[in-house]
DNA sequence: AGGCGCTTGTGCACCATTTCACATGGTATC
DNA sequence: GATACCATGTGAAATGGTGCACAAGCGCCT
């Protein structure tokens, strides 16, 4: 565990690290803003609204090390965790389907400030190939694969109809994209080597549903047995 | 276990679970218009991408029995799922801020078919109050409450920028919305009583960035120790 | 230089969730 | 009616994550 055996193959992360960092990388940035030059993990916790000793365990598997007594160095860790969240490398993303919530992604800022710029807007349908959405001309799918190559980019995200969503990312696979972020409300597979994550908008709004259900129902249950 | 001990207090389900009811009730929906009558645990696995077990314990805390040597139900399950997530009564939401994302979310039709018709829109910005977009007419955060009192809706959906976000969220709280479905990428506080999901795209895109880099940085490690 | 106060880093116990494996109890067939 | 087959329901082990509590370490102040 001290030993120098040689190039060091970083450990993975946990997933539950990995999914907070980047609200501490958010954190982290807002206080750089405001000239913070240490922030400690229970400063940080408050901001990220999770755990103090949860913050120290998940900065414990980056490289950071904070100073005892003082805290932790702002700037350092945002370029360690920003390291870590891919290399500090921007990486382009290409969106295909270009619907109602396709061309809001494509024009959402976030991406852009997050080191996600859009590289390219793909879509099926003739009638939106070759128009401009926000500064993006819209291709075919036939040019999905020039277009992955061109612009090196390895992330896809689907924002198409559920129908057409396999269609859409085994196309974004067989172009070379290794990442995919799904916004259609259905289960899609991939092969192994593919990192795919599911972002489902009214599944949100059920789980919603269903706690607000369950709060009536004991509420109604509590009256009724006092 | 099989006592009638009077009106039972449903147990909560598991957060977990919750979280995948939804898939199983989209998968059971397809198999129904498909005329499919009955379904085993592990055909449900299969169309929501989990373990059949899984499936099986997930069912279980819901009233829903199978059939043993046959399986479930489609109808009745839908109708258990659907009960347990909210009720089977439609929730109206109110989208507050119409820019590029809340305009695209007020135009999402899964909403609706997921039982979460779009009651109302609102925003701060007097030069989009008063305009209509997808059928609604945009209204000022002076009516929020009216709106959610005339409407009855519960569920509140923040999509404003990240600077805006508390103060809406403060609003909804106000009056009296007690789900908030938060896309600004910000940590937002609410009361105990109230329900908050986050959902945020870019944070999304940072996570697959990790695995991306991660397996890089592996690959390159493995090339050199061979 | 020494002591004090503050904060990190982490062992450990707890909790939630997943998965296996199998007993249980139905259905269909002969 | 008995038997073979099949899928459910669940105990129990394994896994992953969280949070407490405290020892260790660092800087500041005297």
Redesign the interface.
């Known amino acids: 565990m001290d030993d120098a055996v ?2 060091r ?2 450990e ?2 946990p997933d539950a690290t ?2 907070r ?3 501490y ?3 982290l940035v807002e206080l750089s803003d405001d000239g913070v030059a240490t922030v400690s993990s229970v400063v940080l916790a408050s ?3 999770v755990n103090a000793a949860n913050v120290r365990k998940d900065l414990s598997y980056l490289h950071a090390h904070g100073t005892r007594g003082v805290g932790y160095d702002v700037d350092h860790l945002i370029g360690e965790i920003s390291l ?4 500090g490398v921007p ?1 382009p ?1 290409v969106i295909i389907g270009v619907g ?2 396709g ?3 494509s ?2 800022d ?2 852009l ?4 710029p859009v590289a390219g807007l793909v879509d099926v349908d003739p009638a939106v190939v070759g128009r401009k959405v926000a500064g993006n001309l819209v291709r075919s799918v036939e040019d999905l694969d020039d277009l992955v190559v061109e612009t090196g980019c ?2 896809g995200i689907v924002a198409t109809p559920a129908a057409a969503a396999q269609a859409a990312v085994d196309s974004l696979v067989a172009s070379g994209v ?4 799904n916004f259609a ?3 899609v ?1 991939v092969p192994d080597r593919v ?1 795919l ?1 599911q ?20 509420e109604r ?1 509590d009256r ?2 006092g």
């Open positions: 040689g190039p193959h970083d993975p992360i990995v999914a960092l980047p609200v990388l958010r954190g901001l990220a609204g870590a969240l891919g290399g990486s993303v109602n919530l061309r809001a992604l024009r959402y976030g991406f400030a997050g080191g996600f390895t992330i290794t990442s995919i972020l409300p259905t289960v597979t990192d994550r972002v489902d908008l009214a599944t949100e709004l059920q789980i919603l549903g269903y706690h607000q259900h369950y709060r009536a129902v004991e249950s009724a047995t």
